[in-house]
């Protein structure tokens, strides 16, 4: 499985105490960065590293980081963002819980590197058991003197506090979510102001995953060389962690070297497909990327080989079908989640979205017809020029089911029923 960077204190029954951290050289990288090093060292070397943000995205972090001018106005801010509300993506949930004190690592790294002041710690309503957990070890990490006044007697000084999110996915976009803190509607915000120029209260910014943050204390420990070095693909770095869930036999959450293909983590950590499933298509990372099909199966996990095949690592979230799975089904259940989740600002998406939802809902009850195809196609291309990611994301399922499995849209159309539900011709296909 290769060296660990983000699970290495995992244990299947509790999260890793500040002791146990420290015995494994937790805190190291920040004693050396406050003590030793300037700012724009640590900015550099996070740089070097190739770490690339790890919330969907992909935006190199040091780039990042290094959007905050030396001579921007203070107070700066950091927001961890844990807000993960997308189906099957949960990997943020089992870093807090597994190794706290990492994540709060990253977060004061992050800070020292841009001389914020404050952190808030963005969380999902949901996940108020981990908010808590985030807190009292808050409380632990001050006490040891990691946080507030002079950390470890330097002149940095900086403290973290937790946001409960109000439980909207949109409130997990950047923008968005900075509206959200203060108080505003959280709809994003096109083109606007660079965050880490103008962010939270018109002051520098820096909006980052929480995985991403947790590679931050073992590229400053071990160099960026050794980082980049633990991927598998070319130009990738660092480890990932994949969650998969689905049609396998150990559904849950792994780190591997980022790059490791498909094939690898179904049939390595995730056990395979369940007796008698065949693999038949995934998501390859999350509800808002599309439909990877079996001739991706051995494609390498990483941002660069998926944009060439014409997916997306996202937050690398594995949802996985087998060839019993009906996939107008699996859209019309994405489509359901995104209609409720709109934050309804732009029309492509808060009228577009019902729409597509119609026509699935027709076509999966049997009562489809050949011209929703074409009004398929063009709706899905109409959501693409929305006003933010998230319409795009949305219509990823539909564009990729129209390319890979238009022989099933066909199937419920000419059959006027869900073949899937009356074990018609595609049983005969599959058996084939
Ligand atoms: S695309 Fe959707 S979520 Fe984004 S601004 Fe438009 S309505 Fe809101």
Redesign the pocket.
């Known amino acids: 499985m290769g060296e660990l960077v983000l699970l290495k204190n995992y244990r299947p029954d509790r999260p890793a105490t500040i002791d146990e951290y420290r015995r494994s050289g937790g805190y190291e990288a920040l004693t050396k960065a406050v003590l030793t090093l300037k700012p724009n060292e640590v900015v550099k070397q996070v740089k070097d590293s190739g770490l690339r943000g790890r919330g969907g995205a992909g935006f190199p972090t040091g780039i990042k980081w290094s959007g905050v001018p030396e001579t921007a106005p203070f107070p700066r801010y950091v927001v961890p963002n844990t807000d993960e509300m997308e189906p099957g993506t949960f990997k943020d949930r089992v870093l807090v819980n597994a190794d706290p004190h990492l994540v709060i690592e990253g977060i004061v790294l992050a800070a020292y590197a841009i001389s914020a002041q404050r952190g808030i710690f963005f969380v999902r309503p949901s996940y108020e058991m981990d908010a808590e957990l985030i807190e009292r070890e808050l409380e632990v990490a001050r006490n040891a003197g990691y946080l507030g006044d002079r950390i470890l007697g330097s002149e940095f000084s900086f403290d973290i506090t937790v946001h409960r999110s109000a439980g909207r996915y949109?409130c997990g976009e950047a923008t968005a979510q900075i509206n959200a803190i203060q108080g505003k509607r959280p709809?994003?915000v096109k083109g606007g102001p660079h965050m880490t120029e103008e962010g939270l209260w018109k002051r520098p910014t820096l909006v980052n995953n929480v995985e991403t943050l947790s590679c931050v204390p073992y590229i400053l420990r071990h160099g960026p060389d050794c980082f980049k070095g633990l991927a598998k693909s070319e130009k990738g770095a660092g480890t990932k962690l994949y969650t998969v869930s689905g049609k396998v036999c150990r559904p849950g959450c792994y780190e591997m070297p980022m790059g490791t293909p498909l094939s690898e983590i179904i049939e390595g950590p995730a056990g395979g497909m369940l007796p008698g499933a065949e693999f038949k298509a995934c998501l390859p990372g999350g509800a808002s990327t599309g439909f990877m099909s079996k001739e991706f199966y051995h494609t390498q996990m990483d941002f660069d080989p998926l944009k060439k095949a014409g997916q997306r690592l996202g937050t690398g979230a594995i949802i996985v079908f087998d060839r019993d799975t009906c996939l107008v089904g699996v859209t019309l259940n994405l489509i359901q989640f995104f209609v409720r989740e709109?934050?309804?600002?732009?029309t492509p998406?808060?009228e577009g979205l019902p729409f597509v939802l119609d026509l699935l809902q027709r076509i999966e009850n049997g009562e489809g017809e050949e011209s929703f195809i074409p009004m398929l196609r063009e709706m899905a291309s109409f959501m693409d020029h929305?006003?933010?990611a998230?319409?795009p994301g949305a219509a990823a399922s539909v564009h990729h089911l129209l390319k890979y499995f238009m022989d099933e849209v066909q199937e419920h159309i000419s059959r006027k029923q869900c073949p899937f539900k009356s074990g018609g011709p595609s049983v005969e296909k599959r058996e084939e």
């Open positions: 949109i709809h994003p709109s934050c309804g600002f732009c998406c808060r929305a006003y933010c998230f319409a």
